[in-house]
C-alpha cells in the first residue's frame, strides 16, 4: 500500500506546485505498482481546495486546470 499525504498549509490549497508533486508521485507509483493507494490530507481537513492566490485571469485558470486535470487524471489512471 502506498500513501501520499497532501501537505501545504494550514487547510492543504491544492496550488499548481503540490498538484505537481502528486503527479510525481503517481508517477513513481506506476513504475512499482503498490496493492492499493491512499491520498490523504491533514488531521482536521483533506483539502481547501484550489489555491485561489494563484488565479490571476484567464491564462492562469487555463493552466491551473490543467495542472489539476493532469495530476487527478493521473491518479485515476492507475491499473485497478
Do not use: C, H, W, Y
Request: proline share 4%; glycine share 10%.
Amino acid at each position: 500500500m502506498a500513501v501520499i499525504t497532501l501537505d501545504n498549509g494550514k487547510v492543504n490549497q491544492l496550488s499548481t506546485t503540490l498538484l505537481r508533486q502528486l503527479r510525481a508521485a503517481v508517477a513513481d507509483l506506476d513504475a512499482d505498482l503498490p496493492g492499493a493507494v491512499v491520498v490523504t490530507g491533514g488531521d482536521r481537513i483533506f483539502a481547501a481546495g484550489a489555491d485561489i492566490a494563484e488565479f490571476g485571469g484567464p491564462d492562469e485558470a487555463r493552466e491551473i486546470g490543467a495542472t489539476f486535470r493532469s495530476a487527478f487524471d493521473a491518479l485515476a489512471d492507475l491499473p485497478a
